[in-house]
């Protein structure tokens, strides 16, 4: 057995609680931060920019910035990129909305698919064996989610979006299942709570880290989609419990891939401590946002340069150029289902994950 923490209680408190806890607290003080629930230029380079985009890009330090890694899953590597370009050309080619709308979709799965991701780790990481209690972790993270996402879905159009106007499918007739599921998600938490208290009872294994990722998430999944209705709300309950806790994995990752291979790229950036891989990672989301802007939304000239009027691309090469500007997005999400499962970890993967067992690397 792990232990019931990843990275210690202190440090898992912090990462998944302390997340949490800074989006509740910015969403409560959201009137005096925000202008009607706009999101404002730093709340978008401090959120967006700064959690959103650049955890993004920490996925670059798993795999395309470590040789070793890129050798081993090479047609991986190559084949994810050209195919999610290939597909969002072909999209976007079809109807832009189209696109945004399979890319909105992707990212909710990847939002939703992260969560329950936390709670199999945290269950492995106890020993959980139990098949009632794996049904009832994955039927209560997935209500979590999947309660505000069809509430929202029922109450279109909202003060915030995904990532563009229209790319949520309006349907109307989904409010009837608004509140049967809601009492479906209440009853499931009841559920969870009542075998939890019953477990530590029966003096089963202690998972407190589990239950924290199951109670955030249902906390700050209900209040930036279901209890409030603003752009900030929405962006920092979503971001940062999302954004803040991968980041952490990837720093973690970085540090004991670094001792494994002290000469690479990636230790070269772990050695300059969690700034330097902050700053990388803000970096690579800065590159991509100014492209953006200055190729496509036009939204931000006092941030990027360039005039608001003066749109660079006509429809052919949007179709061609937008696609590629998502695949690191595109590219993130495909490879984040595949990167963190168990039975393909190495070493490096597995001692970022806490778990025991994990050869040390070669001195």
Known sequence: ????????????????????????????????????????????????????????????????????????????????????????????????????????????????????????????????????????????????????????????????????????????????????????????????????????????????????VVATTALTWFSGIVATNSDFQFTVTNVLVHGIPYMALLWAYMRERAREAPAGLVARIATGGVLAFAAAALALAFVEEALWDRLVWHDRPSLFGGMREAPLLGPSARALVVPLLALPQATHYVLDAVLWRRKDTGPAQARALGFRGAPEPAA
């Open 1 to 212: 057995m792990n232990g019931p923490w990843i990275w210690g209680a202190r440090v898992d408190v912090a990462v998944f609680g302390g997340s949490a806890a800074l989006a509740l607290v910015l969403a409560a003080l959201a009137p005096a931060l925000s202008d009607e629930g706009a999101l404002p230029l730093w709340g978008w380079i401090t959120f967006v920019l700064a959690v959103d985009v650049a955890h993004v890009h920490t996925t670059f330090f798993r795999t395309y910035f470590d040789r070793e890694e890129l050798r081993k899953r090479r047609a991986l590597y190559i084949a994810t990129p050209l195919t999610c370009w290939a597909a969002g050309a072909c999209l976007h080619a079809t109807s832009e909305r189209l696109f945004w709308r399979v890319l909105a979709y992707v990212a909710v799965l990847h939002f939703v698919r992260q969560q329950a991701g936390w709670v199999a780790i945290y269950r492995a990481r106890a020993g959980e064996r139990s098949q009632l209690g794996r049904v009832l972790d994955d039927a209560t993270i997935y209500a979590s989610t999947c309660f505000p996402l069809l509430y929202w879905h029922a109450h279109l159009p909202r003060a915030f979006r995904w990532f563009v106007e229209n790319d949520f499918v309006t349907l109307p007739w989904l409010a009837a299942l608004v509140v049967p599921a809601g009492i479906v998600w209440a009853a499931l938490l009841v559920a969870y709570a009542a075998r939890a208290a019953f477990v530590a009872w029966r003096g089963g294994p202690r998972n407190p880290g589990k239950h924290l």
